[in-house]
């Protein structure tokens, strides 16, 4: 770890040598937001902002970065948010960043249309495995992924409802990426300057969205236009999460929240948790950044309400900051990515070991002993 902290002391080191190994259509697909990345952009800004008070003369403290939330106990308020076809931004990422999680006591968030499926994520991730749900049309198909994710041992359900149609992505179109996805000369090309990509990729094959598959015609191949994310995939109302809270008996817990007036209503239909994001300015260019919404959406929810909160996060400090606004709890995205994509497995480890031994070093400087004392310090 020495030495890795060495070549990568921020996460911003292990950006700059992803982006090196992985090509880059993918990196396109993986790093950009939609329109002119203002939105994405506004993340970072408002993160910066906050400012937090030092204090002086507290004498030694011991930093703890244990919490719960939703009944379940983790190492730090620290998490991996889902990604879709993560394991095509870094091979077998999914299964790399499952092993992660639940040896390092946090939890893994698989996405609908992640390169692989509840069965084989389920074991791998544990306990803290969450599940992440692109609302499918069919309530058939919706009640049988709830029944793979239940069995597959994964503990809490995430709704995301801030993709009801699809964002333009041009930066992704720009690098030549499909849709549906489609290997032309120019994508092999930028497959071939990005060997290490490549080699890991090979034994695997050709990225499936694997969940989707038992319900996908697959022979009759797909749509123009469309994959099978998007052909499955409704815009969710109160209707349908009612539905929903009916069907799952665990912690459901509802992604892409900014606005404080939709609070009351979640918290009558039963949802456990809100979860606050912009989804890394992928989806709205107008939308205000996750981390201005975070008081207004405290304040609706009350003190009880578990809150989390993701994006742009890329220190230590900037969970601080989040919690310093009222989220319990974090995730990041990207990140994890840029780690595996930097030295693999061990660079996503060091992702953890930035971000916790950054919060430590804050702490410090604030004097507190437990993260949430930081919301004492908010300037
Ligand atoms: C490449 C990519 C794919 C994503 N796919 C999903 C997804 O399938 N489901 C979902 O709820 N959110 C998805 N997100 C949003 C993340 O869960 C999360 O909200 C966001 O990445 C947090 O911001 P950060 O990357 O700055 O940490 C995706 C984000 C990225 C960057």
Request: charged share 20%; glycine share 10%; hydrophobic share 45%.
């Amino acid at each position: 770890m020495a030495d890795l902290d060495d070549r990568f002391p921020a996460l911003e080191d292990l950006r700059a040598r992803a982006r090196k190994r992985i090509p880059h259509f993918v990196w396109e697909y993986f790093d950009s937001g939609t329109g002119t990345g203002a939105a994405q952009s506004r993340n970072r800004a408002d993160l910066d902002a906050v400012l937090l008070a030092p204090a002086i003369l507290k004498g030694p403290v011991t930093p703890d970065l244990s919490c719960s939330i939703l009944g379940q106990s983790f190492t730090a308020p620290i998490g991996i948010a889902p990604v879709g076809m993560s394991g095509v931004i870094w091979p077998d990422a999914e299964r790399l960043l499952a092993r992660l999680a639940a040896k390092q006591g946090i939890p893994y968030c698989l996405s609908t249309v992640a390169a692989q499926s509840p069965e084989v994520i389920g074991p791998i991730a544990g306990a803290r495995g969450w599940f992440q749900l692109y609302p499918p049309t069919d309530p058939d198909i919706r009640r049988d992924m709830l029944r793979r994710a239940r069995e597959a041992g994964f503990s809490a359900l995430i709704l995301t409802v801030d993709l009801a149609v699809m964002s333009r992505r041009e930066r992704q179109r720009r690098s030549g990426l499909t849709n549906p996805p489609r290997i032309t000369p120019r994508l092999a090309a930028q497959v071939a300057m990005r060997p290490a990509w490549a080699l890991a990729m090979q034994p695997l094959g050709l990225p499936r969205m694997r969940t989707l598959e038992p319900y996908v015609d697959m022979g009759k191949g797909l749509p123009s236009g469309a994959h099978a994310g998007t052909m499955m995939r409704t815009a969710p109302d109160w209707e349908y999460l009612a539905a929903l809270r009916d069907e799952w008996d665990g912690p459901l817990i509802i992604k892409g929240v900014l606005g404080a007036s939709d609070v009351p209503r979640l918290a009558q239909v039963g949802v456990d948790g809100i979860w606050v994001s912009n989804h890394a300015g992928r989806q709205f260019d107008a939308a205000p950044s996750g981390l201005s919404a975070l008081k207004a959406v405290r304040a609706a929810a009350g003190p009880d309400m578990p809150i989390i909160y993701d994006g742009g996060i890329e220190s230590g400090l900037d969970v601080l900051r989040a919690l310093a606004h009222g989220a319990d709890f974090t995730m990041l995205g990207r990140a994890w990515h840029y780690g595996l994509g930097a030295a693999g497995a061990a660079g996503a480890r060091q992702v953890l070991h930035i971000l916790s031994e950054d919060m430590k070093a804050c702490m410090g400087q604030m004097g507190i002993a437990r993260p949430e004392e930081v919301r004492t310090h908010l300037l």
